[in-house]
């Protein structure tokens, strides 16, 4: 019966196909719930990608933008025109928000499979490539987050498979490998130096026998069509750098293995402990990362009875390293991969930073699944049936609870609160001020006026509060027609915002409505009108609830309800509504 199964798994492509549209399916069902909610971040490449779509600005009215300034930060532009151009059709919703990551996540899977075919000559392990690909948890959750990371991985993915599309790079694939390299640059931060890292690689793989007479490589075409599109996306990064010189390094400088003043020792030892961290066992299968946005905290970010064969794929890879251009490549790229992400200190290990191991990681697991599983077919025939049942189990028991238990952990983690709450306070305003908690500018010092009215003594230049882009998000409005700095005044206006401290949340004038966080406390004179809570999120260290809930809440000040109109100009802060 084995025989026979193998035999159909080896010359029918049935089994492919099936496969095949499993992972599609696996990666588009309940993309719209699975996590629930949706957190900032992602509400804002949303946004932005809409406003791209409908109106070829940003939400700060620059007209198709390379890069995308969000909460002082800069997002990147691959996977938010992917976005723009799905919007052209759809809708802004939660579902359509996430499906250019569903898609990345699907070419990553396919590519690595097609990779892996090409590089072993075995059907099966590119069949198992995709199963493994598509109960990975690390590759399912980033093909479930609308953030700009997973477009990274998949282009990484395209540049590997292209790699080991033949056992010597050709002027068609070297091409693809480049164009592939160079999109990364603007896929993903740490893209950035990802893309020098495999460009570097690539050459050194590929041009291995040479490296001793370098003047030689310049007389391949290979090296020229390998070079080209990755030199040039760094030529127009730089150019763009030129007018922008802080706006893509002022983050890292906050977030480096150089914070804080560390001396070059520390430094040093900060970088290989990183290092080795994200290519140790403990991190790949067993803690994994501990933010529940990228990983549920149970288990690593691969399935533990992949390590078997990936330690198997590791060896028989090494074998050939020094005949195969291919072989180098992904034993080389695995151990660069990390180095971007070990440049960071914050929230290492970092699943994030370091997604660019996956498309290696699974492609070197498929050749140890072709490499352990002849052997143990042929030997100890036990072993590769316990082992094929345990990665069923565990593959299973994983995706369950994924949908019966991260899906509600992890509510938290993403925001859900905040968007149906602001959502509910638009929809219920009829042109009344909607007051939030602008809890992030901290630094800011607001006085109240004898009319009623709230308007800063100073104003700070931290972040401002996010509210407005989950409005944005749930309610999108046409983005400013000329370039401004203050996104956040402009949408203030737009949906009758006035961004205070808590504190002076009770200085909203009658018929107002105040949105906060709950529990806190209730403002006074205020009814209440609608309060959204999550489950608490679940610390597996500990193995207990970390807080017994998070809610947001929407009430309407006492008296009756009023039309109002903000005067015009000013800040979020400094809108002044009148009685209409």
């Known amino acids: 019966m084995a025989d026979r199964l193998l035999h159909l798994l080896r010359t029918s492509r049935i089994p492919i196909l099936v496969a095949g549209a499993g992972v599609i ?127 990274m991985v998949g282009f990484c993915a395209v540049a590997l498979a292209a790699t080991l599309w033949h056992p010597k790079p050709t002027l068609l694939t070297s091409a693809i490998t480049s164009t592939a390299i160079g999109i990364c640059t603007y896929a993903y931060s740490t893209g950035r130096l990802m893309a020098l890292a495999f460009f570097i690689v690539w050459g050194v793989s590929t041009f291995w026998d040479d490296l001793r007479k370098p003047w030689r490589i310049l007389g391949y075409p290979v090296a020229w069509t390998g070079t080209l599109p990755a030199f040039g996306a760094y030529v127009i990064l730089f150019f763009w750098m030129l007018h922008n010189p802080t706006a893509l390094v002022s983050r890292f400088g906050s977030v480096s293995i150089a914070a804080g003043g560390a001396s070059f020792p520390e430094i040093i030892g900060r970088f290989l402990t990183n290092l080795l961290t994200y290519l140790s066992p403990g991190y790949l299968f067993v803690t994994g990362d501990q933010n529940l946005r990228q990983s549920t905290q149970y288990g690593g970010m691969l399935l533990l009875g992949t390590m078997p064969l990936l330690a198997a794929g590791i060896l028989r890879t090494a074998q050939s390293f020094r005949t195969s251009v291919r072989a180098r490549f992904l034993l080389i790229g695995l151990a660069a991969a990390p180095i971007a992400a070990a440049l960071t200190e914050e929230g290492t290990p970092h699943a994030l930073r370091s997604s660019d191991m996956l498309p290696f990681l699974l492609c070197l697991t498929g050749v140890g699944t072709v490499v352990l599983g002849r052997w143990l077919l042929s030997h100890q025939r036990t072993w590769a049936y316990a082992l094929a049942a345990f990665l069923l189990i565990e593959g299973v028991y994983w995706q369950v609870d994924a949908v019966s238990g991260y899906s509600l952990r992890s509510q938290a983690a993403f925001n859900t609160t905040e968007l149906q709450a602001i959502s509910t306070a638009i929809s219920l ?81 009658p018929g107002s409505l105040i949105v906060l966080p709950a529990p806190a406390a209730h403002p006074p004179h205020a009814v209440l009108l609608a309060q959204y809570s999550v489950r608490a999120p679940w610390n597996a260290a500990v193995d207990a609830p970390v807080s017994t809930s998070q809610s947001y809440a929407v009430y309407r000040t006492s008296g009756p309800v009023i039309s109002y109109t903000p005067s015009p100009g000013g800040s979020a802060a400094q809108v002044v509504y009148r009685q209409s």
């Not at 696996?26 to 109106?55: K, Q």
């Not at 909460?71 to 996430?98: C, M, S």
């Not at 998000?473 to 808590?502: C, E, M, N, Q």
Request: hydrophobic share 50%; proline share 8%; with cysteine.
């Open 25 to 151: 399916i696996h990666a588009f069902l309940m993309l719209g719930t699975l996590p629930h909610g949706l957190y900032n971040d992602e509400a804002s490449i949303g946004y932005n990608a809409w406003a791209v779509a409908h109106a070829a600005r940003d939400e700060h009215g620059y007209a198709m933008p390379l890069f995308f300034e969000a909460f002082g930060e800069w997002k990147n532009p691959v996977y938010i025109y992917t976005l723009a151009l799905i919007l052209k059709v759809l809708p802004l919703t939660v579902a359509v928000d996430r499906i250019p990551a569903a898609l990345y996540g699907c070419i990553t899977i396919f590519c690595c499979a097609a990779g892996t075919y090409r590089y072993t000559g075995s059907r099966i392990g590119g069949l198992l490539v995709l199963i493994i690909g598509a109960a990975t948890p690390w590759l399912t959750l980033l093909s479930r987050d609308a953030f700009e990371v997973i477009s």
């Open 429 to 509: 305003a009829n042109g009344a001020p909607i007051y939030v908690p602008d809890a992030l500018a901290s630094t800011t010092s607001f006085a109240a006026t004898t009319s009623g009215t709230v308007q800063p003594t100073s104003v700070s230049e931290g972040l401002p509060a996010q509210m407005y882009i989950f409005a944005a998000f749930a309610h999108p409005v046409l983005p400013p027609r000329a370039p401004t700095g203050d996104s956040t005044s402009y949408f203030a206006r737009k949906y009758h915002l006035v961004i205070v401290p808590i504190a002076l949340l009770d200085s909203a004038p």
